[in-house]
């Protein structure tokens, strides 16, 4: 068995129009630059895909990584909990001119919906936005004399994941805080696609260390000197 | 004397209420500086978010690693004895009662408990991030703020205005004037400026105080 694929075109081949993708990263630490820029090439190339929902904590930075998608017009949708950075001008001009879509999601509730579609729960009860805006139309329920709100799991078509190590069986490691949302992630899309910074046989990966199991992976390709999004940012870089 | 405490003064005495070996979620902006000012002899174990337990200080300039921040987005560094974590584990720590404190920023803390801090209203972009969550689970949820708006309107009040955070959920409010503990449903004065009365804190307060017998002087040191 190898999940290895030979180049970033080959990884994001299957993309289609109208898609749900979850792109791992909490801001810049664990974005999948490359693969995000990898889609976006197919698009101008091609005009696919386009119409994705995409779901990540965030909706971008600058002109670069999911900024970039959205700027180039491939998203129809967002679904995170904070759309705000330090330069969220591709999010904000679309969502202020009605061009973009946008499902606001508490941060733990994102994580824990996202988990559930993993784990084929399909619904789950939490404190969090009892009483608020965000609750308005949700199913409450009192559990030993506490509200909670009902919420849905989610699951994508395909997910982009940025790991440190990769077998080619597709087990996988994270680099510090760069772990995040990919290990829920991985789980939770149909199709799993890993940017690794170095790919390994297996084995060599110990058993005791591996995050992800390769069960919820479905390529890997190597990307050994992968973008850091902070780093590109303090260069002023523009993915265009 | 100050006719206020500064922001670095609030979060001095809120440190002061964290004891050594305390599990601690501290909100972004404001908040993080309560990390600053542990008593000596205690170490709390802070958490972020975005899956780290028992972070440091910031780096130097230029020592940054972009996939060590915390939920801030801020570069971090970490203590002996730290540990990284997914998302999901991140928020079960926080809603399943593990935290002992979690401190966070606000517009207006109400009365029954309710807080709103994340949204001013319909205008611009919507985002939440984690403070719904953070609301939620932590033993004391604590809140950092200055006793009134910058119209000098006040932010503690009877019941909250501005879009809900979470409901029924703070317990402890170190404001700028004041030390307020929210206790059925009602504001418990603790601890005031010396040289404030009582009748000059209720006027600038949105509900009526409680008065225990015993109110203590708010004091801190010249921090920053």
């Known amino acids: 068995m190898d999940k290895t694929v030979p180049d970033l075109a080959a990884a994001v081949a299957g993309i289609e129009d109208g898609m749900v993708l979850m792109v791992g990263g909490f801001g810049g630490s664990g974005a999948p630059i490359e693969l995000i820029h990898a889609l976006i090439d197919r698009f101008k190339a091609t005009g696919s895909p386009k119409n994705l929902t995409v779901v990540n904590n965030n909706a971008g930075n600058g002109r670069i990584g999911i900024a970039a998608m959205i700027d180039a017009g491939m998203v129809a949708k967002m679904v995170c909990s904070f759309p705000r950075s330090a330069d969220p001008r591709a999010f904000t001009e679309k969502y202020l001119a009605g061009e973009i879509g946008l499902e606001l999601v508490p941060q733990g509730t994102l994580a824990e919906r996202i988990r559930a579609g993993g784990a084929g729960i399909p619904a789950f009860y939490t404190p969090a936005s009892f009483g608020t805006d965000v609750a308005k139309g949700k199913p409450v329920a009192e559990f030993d004399g506490k509200s909670y709100v009902q919420e849905r799991w989610l699951k994508a078509d395909a997910a982009l994941i940025k790991a440190e190590l990769a077998d080619t069986m597709g087990n996988l490691t994270y680099r510090k805080a760069a772990r995040n949302f990919s290990p829920l992630m991985a789980a939770a899309a149909k199709l799993t696609i890993v940017q690794a910074t170095k790919i390994v046989a297996p084995g060599e990966i110990d058993p005791e260390q591996v995050v992800t199991p390769g069960i919820f992976v479905n390529r890997v390709v190597e990307v050994a000197n992968a973008s850091q999004e902070e780093a590109l940012m303090r260069d002023g870089v523009a993915y265009a | ?224």
């Open chain 2, 1 to 224: 004397m100050s006719t206020k405490l500064s922001n670095a003064q609030i979060a001095w005495r809120a440190a002061q209420d964290i004891a050594d070996g305390a599990y601690v979620n501290l909100g972004i902006g404001f908040p993080e500086m309560v990390a600053k000012f542990q008593p000596p002899g205690r170490q709390a174990i802070f958490h972020t978010e975005n899956g780290v337990l028992n972070f440091g200080e910031a780096p130097p300039s230029g020592e940054e690693d972009w996939d060590l921040i915390n939920a801030g987005k801020k570069a971090i560094t970490l203590k002996p004895g730290a540990a990284f974590f997914h998302h999901a584990d991140s928020f079960g720590m926080v809603r399943g009662g593990h935290l002992d404190v979690a401190i966070l920023g606000t517009y207006e803390v109400a009365e029954n408990g309710d807080l709103a801090n994340w949204s001013t209203g319909p205008k611009g972009v919507p985002a939440v991030g984690g403070a719904m969550d953070l609301v939620h689970g932590a033993k004391r949820v604590a809140v950092v703020t200055d006793h009134v708006t910058k119209d000098g309107k006040p932010k503690l009040v009877k019941r909250c205005t501005l879009p809900l955070t979470g409901v029924g959920c703070v317990t402890r409010v170190y404001s700028s004037l004041a030390v307020i503990d929210i206790e059925d449903g009602r504001f418990v004065l603790r601890e005031k400026l010396a040289s404030m009365r009582v009748e000059e804190l209720q006027a600038v307060t949105g509900a009526e105080l409680v008065l225990p017998d015993v109110i203590g002087d708010l004091v801190a040191p010249e921090v920053s």
